[in-house]
């Protein structure tokens, strides 16, 4: 490109004036299209003036371009028929499509004849020889110079298909206001370089263009983590729950297991499940309750309430520890305990927020995930209300077929596992985990006899990814998502 410039300013110089381009093209064996690339950056720059002028012409489509070097269908029929006649079947054998095109092409302009005398029709010359006129036009458009082209003649070629008209620009040229030999690009930037050697004083600078448009900016997305979280708390939302504050992270190994009902010695507390912080390492004691410590450490040390308890030595060093939290329950032990302090009345808490378990990455595990929780709170609660919430809960999520299995967990009892059925997959799926809570749980924290509390809770990751196609967690949650999904993910609509 470089090359053109400099030749055509060179050009310009001697000639003043270049009458069109097209032609200057043509005599300098150059590619019209790059010429005007060319042209334009001049123009833009001031160094020529041009006139834009329109040429109506022709272009040869891609079945006339296989005529340019064998001749023209009938031509080519022509050539193959030998002096003494070929068979008809013989000859569209020999030639294919070409001689189906050019047989009747070659009979109209009277170049041979088909004789059906034998029975069998043979085609014969009847012309001693030939011009191939359409080849002959077809090489001159291709050349560049069918402007005159008869209209009989490019109407004829038209209607057979083998040239499309086209408008070509060309360009007369003329120096410019600022012509030179050689362009002198224009800096876009006043660096310090030219504020200390003074070149700035010399220096053509290219002119702002306030008008122009900047890149629009982009707007923010929504993780589908996000958008699945917006409905389930909607739906919470909608049946009267109240959300509880699950901003700490961080918690005290007494609310996180203690206060359910865990025993020190559970193998959830082992530190390959759960990760213990080492700065700060322990919550002091008396930051806790006293009162409230002191009857969970009875409840666990020798029951009550019906229970048994564990028989153990209940320590208070192991309740000091600090972790990052293994399940939102935490937050709803505070909640309860705090319920039962201020005075109990019904309640109906949710929480959806992040939870951490030292697990071992794969496809459906992760080290932290999201836990949705529900929890009712009132008096003379039992299992049919704990069912009976859990169908009205899951049918607005649109999963309308559950059942109930028995299942164990440390602070609920009864516990049951929720399966749905799915049409899509044609078989039942776990879909989260429920239970009652324990009165060694409850009557610590100092809730009436008579009141009951039922809890729910399940992933958020996993309706996520059934939602979204996705079969590995770590393309919906983590370093190894990618922005396009985020960019680019559909609505989410639960139970419609």
Same mark, same amino acid.
């Given at each position: 490109m470089a090359d053109i410039e400099l030749r055509l300013l060179a050009d310009l110089?001697?000639?003043?004036?270049?009458?069109?381009?097209?032609?200057?093209?043509?005599?300098?064996?150059?590619?019209?299209?790059?010429?005007?690339?060319?042209?334009?950056?001049?123009?833009?720059?001031?160094?020529?003036?041009?006139?834009?002028?329109?040429h109506a012409s022709f272009a040869l489509t891609a079945e006339g371009t296989s005529y340019l070097e064998l001749g023209s269908p009938e031509a080519q029929v022509f050539s193959a028929v030998p002096v003494e006649g070929?068979?008809?079947?013989?000859?569209?054998?020999?030639?294919?499509?070409?001689?189906?095109?050019?047989?009747?092409?070659?009979?109209? &302009? @009277?170049?041979?004849?088909?004789d059906k005398s034998s029975g069998q029709p043979v085609v014969k010359r009847k012309a001693s020889e030939i011009t191939d006129g359409v080849?002959?036009?077809?090489? $001159?458009?291709?050349?560049? /110079?069918?402007?005159?082209?008869p209209k009989q !003649?490019?109407?004829?070629? @038209? @209607?057979?298909?083998?040239?499309?008209p086209e408008t070509r620009a060309s360009y007369k040229l003329s120096k410019g206001p600022k012509f030179a030999l050689q362009r002198k690009r224009a800096a876009t930037d006043l660096t310090h370089e030219m504020l200390q050697n003074g070149s700035w004083r010399d220096q053509e600078f290219k002119s702002y263009n306030f008008n122009a448009l900047g890149l629009p900016p982009t707007g923010g997305y929504l993780h589908p983590l996000l958008k699945v979280r917006s409905q389930f708390r909607k739906i919470f939302v909608a049946m009267g729950f109240e959300e509880m504050m699950t901003n700490a992270y961080v918690e005290n190994s007494f609310w996180n297991f203690d206060a359910l009902f865990q025993p020190q010695q559970h193998p959830a507390r082992d530190a390959h499940d759960t990760f213990f912080l080492t700065k700060p390492a322990?919550?002091? =004691?008396?930051? &806790?309750?006293?009162?409230?410590?002191?009857?969970?450490?009875?409840?666990?040390?020798?029951?009550?309430?019906?229970?048994?308890?564990?028989?153990? $030595?209940?320590?208070? =060093?192991?309740? !000091? /520890?600090n972790l990052l939290r293994t399940h939102t329950t935490a937050v709803s032990s505070r909640?309860?305990?705090?319920?039962?302090?201020?005075?109990?009345k019904p309640a109906k808490y949710f929480s959806i927020d992040r939870v951490f378990r030292n697990e071992a990455v794969d496809r459906t595990h992760l080290a932290e995930f999201h836990q949705i929780e529900g929890v009712v709170c009132d008096k003379g609660l039992t299992l049919r209300d704990?069912?009976?919430?859990? @169908?009205?809960f899951f049918d607005r999520l649109g999963l309308k077929k559950l059942r109930f299995k028995p299942a164990y967990n440390p602070y609920t009892e009864p516990s049951m596992e929720i399966f749905s059925y799915s049409d899509e997959l044609g078989k039942w799926m776990e879909v989260g985990n429920s239970g009652m809570f324990r009165p060694e749980m409850l009557r610590p924290m100092g809730l009436p006899e008579d009141v009951s509390v039922i809890a729910w809770g399940l992933s958020l990751e996993r309706p996520t990814m059934i939602l979204y196609g996705i079969d590995n967690i770590r393309d919906l949650f983590g370093h190894k998502v990618s922005l396009n999904l985020i960019r680019k993910n559909p609505l989410c609509r639960l139970g419609l």
């Open positions: 110089s001697e000639l003043q004036t270049i009458a069109d381009s097209l032609e200057y093209a043509a005599t300098r064996s150059l590619q019209h299209n790059l010429l005007v690339g060319v042209i334009k950056s001049l123009l833009a720059a001031g160094l020529i003036e041009g006139e834009e002028r329109r070929i068979p008809q079947p013989q000859l569209i054998q020999k030639l294919g499509n070409v001689g189906s095109v050019g047989m009747g092409q070659a009979m109209k &302009l @009277k170049w041979i004849t088909l080849q002959q036009v077809l090489q $001159s458009i291709a050349a560049g /110079k069918a402007e005159d082209l !003649e490019s109407d004829g070629l @038209k @209607k057979r298909k083998l040239i499309i322990v919550t002091p =004691a008396d930051r &806790l309750p006293q009162d409230y410590l002191q009857r969970v450490k009875a409840i666990h040390e020798q029951g009550g309430f019906g229970s048994i308890g564990y028989g153990y $030595s209940w320590k208070v =060093a192991e309740a !000091e /520890k909640m309860l305990y705090k319920l039962a302090q201020e005075g109990f704990l069912i009976g919430t859990l @169908k009205m």
